[in-house]
């Protein structure tokens, strides 16, 4: 039985609640940020989201940008890459056990890393950061850290421990004691600040090339022998010197390689795991271009990029062999042979900002066999009373797999250039 309606005028059936809502609205992008700045929030993004390579990241994020906006964001970018240890210790401080999605993260990171690390940061700097973590509702606690940051400056541990020189400098604990213990405190403290410095860029002059260009052409620099280490900003890629092969990127320590191989005009000469190239093309420019450099790399895209490198500076003793270093063999040996094996590039944190993240203990282990099985093939290669040198962009004592008293090591804080540890032997007659 249905009961009877009440008399009078039916009420109207009481609005639907509105859902509850878990967080407030997110609130919308606008156009006020730097495009400096976007850049750099797009490759430390990258870098944390997607794992990225930061220089990689870099050429794709500040395409199209001026010269002077393009080094503001690597500078931003590569800082914020590279202080990831120090600023999230310093948000754990000012926000502790608060989630964080990446985009959040990369604008509090860039924000935090100019509020610590750059005279120039103002107040603008923190609307941008704020701006950047948009449309994502944690845009307000960038607010909140950078606020706060700005009222109570928070103070570094000191380094005078394994556990506060890495939070201090921002390298990986693992990696503050490996060098605690291979090269003492004082020296590792100040590697380890080196570490977080721009790395100066430097180009070789290709001697292949001479005749074909005017000095007055070349950016303004300082020369040390074929090396050029350029005053301030400058686009190699962009550069008609870069595309006429006049000139291409390659550390001071990089080039002392070669030259320390020694290659004679005419001779024989092997160079494993070649690609970029930046080392083959100098044998061939210190060879006057005569003989033979075979140049071995396993990957045929980089393979092909050597190759056209190779053409690019003129280099067409050159022949380069898509194969495996580690199982290189040849019934022709050589004069001289150089090993630059893959390594744990630890003396490139300056130019690798996000090198510091990716290694680990084990990769070096694992990096190890495989030097050990290229020095091998390159022994085998060699000609009796022939010259080896073996060579590795790092500052790892276990990676120095050939034992040698004729030798040398660069270290970026000393020499202002990358960390190599290089050593040479001759073979028995």
């Not at 394994?162 to 060098?179: D, E, K, N, R």
């Not at 005749?211 to 900003?233: F, H, I, Q, S």
Request: proline share 9%.
């Amino acid at each position: 039985m249905t009961p009877p309606r009440p008399s009078g005028r039916p009420r109207k059936p009481p609005p639907a609640k509105a859902p509850a809502r878990l967080t407030p609205p997110a609130a919308p992008r606008t156009s006020t940020v730097s495009p400096a700045r976007r850049a750099a929030w797009d490759v430390v993004l990258r870098t944390l989201a997607d794992d990225a390579y930061a220089d990689r990241a870099l050429t794709t994020a500040a395409e199209g940008l001026e010269p002077r906006d393009r080094a503001l964001a690597k500078q931003l970018a590569f800082g914020a890459v590279q202080r990831r240890g120090t600023l999230d210790w310093v948000i754990s401080r000012m926000a502790p056990g608060k989630p964080l999605d990446p985009p959040v993260r990369a604008a509090l990171h860039l924000g935090i890393y100019e509020q610590l690390f750059l005279t120039t940061a103002d107040h603008a700097s923190v609307d941008q950061a704020v701006e950047l973590a948009k449309p994502n509702y944690g845009y307000t606690l960038v607010n909140a850290v950078l606020r706060r940051l700005q009222r109570e400056p928070i103070e570094l541990p000191p380094d005078d421990t394994i556990a506060g020189a890495a939070v201090h400098h921002s390298h990986p604990q693992w990696l503050v004691a490996l060098w605690w213990k291979q090269l003492g405190a004082e020296t590792t403290r100040a590697l380890l600040k080196s570490g977080n410095e721009p790395a100066e860029l430097a180009l070789r002059i290709n001697t292949l090339a001479a005749g074909t260009y005017d000095e007055a052409d070349l950016p303004p620099g300082r020369r040390e022998d074929d090396a050029l280490v350029v005053d301030g900003p400058f686009d190699v890629a962009g550069s008609s010197l870069f595309r006429a092969g006049v000139i291409t990127p390659q550390s001071r320590a990089a080039q002392r390689v070669s030259a320390y191989l020694a290659p004679q005009p005419g001779e024989r000469v092997l160079d494993l795991c070649a690609a970029p190239g930046g080392k083959s093309t100098h044998l061939a420019a210190l060879m006057g271009d005569t003989g033979t450099v075979v140049a071995v790399e396993r990957h045929p895209g980089r393979a092909r990029a050597l190759g056209a490198a190779c053409a690019r500076m003129h280099a067409t003793c050159v022949e380069v062999v898509t194969g495996d270093a580690k199982h290189y063999a040849t019934d022709e040996l050589f004069d001289r042979v150089l090993v630059d094996p893959p390594c744990s590039g630890l003396g490139t944190l300056r130019t690798h900002p996000d090198l510091r993240w990716r290694m680990t203990p084990e990769a070096i282990d694992g990096l190890v066999v495989v030097q050990d099985a290229i020095l091998a093939a390159a022994q085998a290669a060699l000609k009796p009373g022939g010259t080896l040198v073996y060579s590795t962009c790092t500052i790892s004592a276990a990676e120095d797999r050939l034992q040698s008293e004729d030798r040398f090591q660069t270290l970026p804080h000393v020499d202002g250039t990358d960390g190599f540890s290089v050593a040479r032997v001759s073979s028995s007659t």
